[in-house]
């Protein structure tokens, strides 16, 4: 018989078992898109760094795999910003104050926040792909002395699909930050800029040099984000991104995240561009 | 007249160009301003001007029947608006409302085409800094198609 080799950790509630998580509060972003704020049933600690997941659980209906949103600073509970698109995602944004989720992880590598010191910090996030580089946001922010200009670049859909208002507009008023939104397409009732992401590029004061970028967003957004910066001098060791495959295990068991020689789930889902770069131009990103 | 010179010759879109053009340029420029609201030019219209934009925000509209207008793009300080006067039927297809107080230099796309057909050397240094721009957003405008942000079903 062969036995599979299963670390102890594994056992444990919150690595392969969901740890009940009692929902705290849920914020509307937009139509479609809710920050489900949730803290442990056991008040235990809830560390992590910005760009990791959880796997969400909704009991009956299924898991998925969800970016932490929050503050890395608030070590007593955890934020996600979810678009329901499907059964899992309306289950989760369908529940209520008090009410009950199974929690997994935090899963992967994060953001390169240490690297990235003494640096200026450039953020590109294409819709909900902005919920990872939040706690980016605030890190970068609380710890102001230890890094460069903040730069975020933001595209949406349209107006209506902005995550996050109050804080971008917050955010484009604090000194040595530049904060630029776009999006797609916008009516009579919208003064702020309209086309795609890598417009802003244009208008952002960049030194390429001296800054890390950090990209999130839907794949092809990406590809065009990567050709931008490198057409700006960005070093391609300097560019970050947050990959998205189908999970399960979240924790490098199963195999479903597999992507060459890589699972997302424990390899990523932040990858540095150059380590990637062979796959990224060979396949479909 | 020298002032408008030196003005124009600091504009992104004219950064790098040999000097003797921009005598010829801004004999065909004039200096304007818009207020909020108002329509720089509106589709359909003859195009016989471009803009080199100073300062300022405009939205670039597509009419909708029986629909408030679309905004596709907007154009900003030290952006160029509009390349309908180069090719027939100088016709604009798009309208241009002002969104923020707007100055600009207005240039008149008549007068630069006479200058152009004479002067081969300036056309082809004009055209070459059109391409530019308009493979720029041809890129925007297929990434834009895209609808990268919806759900994929
Ligand atoms: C590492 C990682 C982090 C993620 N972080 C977040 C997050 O912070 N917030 C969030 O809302 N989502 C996030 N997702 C995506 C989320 O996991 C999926 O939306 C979810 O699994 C959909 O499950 P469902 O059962 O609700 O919908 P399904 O029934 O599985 O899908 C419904 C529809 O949505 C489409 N769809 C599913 N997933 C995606 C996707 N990722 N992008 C575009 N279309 C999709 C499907 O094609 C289908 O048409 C993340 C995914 C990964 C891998
Ligand atoms: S989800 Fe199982 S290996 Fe990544």
């Given at each position: 018989m062969v036995t599979i080799p299963v670390p102890e950790?594994?056992?444990?509630?919150?690595?392969?078992v969901p740890e009940p998580f009692v929902v705290r509060r849920l914020t509307r972003e937009t139509q479609d898109t809710f920050t489900l704020t949730v803290a442990s049933h056991g008040g235990g600690d809830t560390s992590f760094v910005p760009g990791q997941f959880s796997m969400l659980w909704s009991y009956g209906v299924g898991e998925v795999p969800i970016s932490i949103s929050g503050d890395p600073a608030e070590h007593d509970c955890l934020s996600y910003t979810i678009r329901s698109v499907g059964a899992a995602t309306q289950a989760l944004v369908g529940r209520r104050a008090g009410e009950t989720i199974g929690v997994r992880g935090p899963f992967g590598h994060g953001w390169p926040l240490a690297e990235a010191r003494g640096r200026d910090v450039l953020i590109v996030a294409g819709g909900i792909g902005l919920a990872p580089l939040r706690g980016v946001i605030y890190h970068v922010l609380r710890n102001r002395r230890d890094y460069g200009r903040l730069i975020l670049l933001y595209g949406s859909r349209s107006p209506k699909d902005l995550l996050y208002r109050k804080e971008l507009a917050a955010w484009a008023r604090l000194p040595d930050t530049q904060a630029l939104v776009t999006v797609d397409y916008g009516g009579l009732n919208w003064h702020g800029r309209v086309g795609v992401v890598t417009t802003l590029f244009k208008y952002a004061r960049l030194h390429p040099e001296r800054t890390t970028a950090m990209v999130c967003g839907p794949e092809i957004m990406m590809r065009f984000v990567i050709r931008e910066l490198r057409a700006g001098g960005f070093a391609r060791e300097d560019i970050h991104l947050s990959l998205e495959r189908n999970m399960r295990c979240?924790?490098?068991?199963?195999?479903?995240?597999?992507w060459g020689p890589w699972f997302i789930c424990k390899d990523g889902p932040v990858f540095r561009y150059d380590r990637i770069r062979p796959l990224v131009d060979r396949h479909e990103l | 007249m020298e002032t408008l010179e030196r003005i124009i010759a600091e504009h992104p879109y004219l950064?790098?160009?040999?000097?003797?053009w921009i005598e010829l340029l801004s004999g065909c420029a004039a200096n304007r301003k818009y207020e909020p609201g108002s329509y720089i030019f509106r589709e359909?219209?003859?195009?016989n001007e471009f803009f080199l934009v100073r300062s300022g925000r405009i939205a670039v509209e597509m009419a909708m029947p029986n629909h408030d207008p679309i905004t596709v793009a907007t154009v900003l300080d030290g952006d160029v608006l509009g390349w309908?006067?180069?090719?027939?039927?100088?016709?604009?297809?798009f309208q241009g409302r002002v969104v923020e107080p707007t100055r600009v230099f207005a240039l008149d796309g008549k007068c630069l085409r006479q200058k152009c057909e004479a002067n081969h050397d300036l056309g082809y240094e004009l055209l070459k800094r059109f391409c530019k721009i308009i493979d720029r957003r041809l890129d925007q405008a297929r990434f834009q198609l895209l609808d990268v942000y919806a759900v994929a079903r």
């Open positions: 950790v594994a056992a444990t509630p919150g690595f392969l979240g924790s490098g068991f199963c195999g479903h995240c597999q | 950064s790098g160009i040999d000097p003797q359909g219209q003859e195009a309908s006067w180069l090719l027939p039927p100088y016709q604009w297809k």
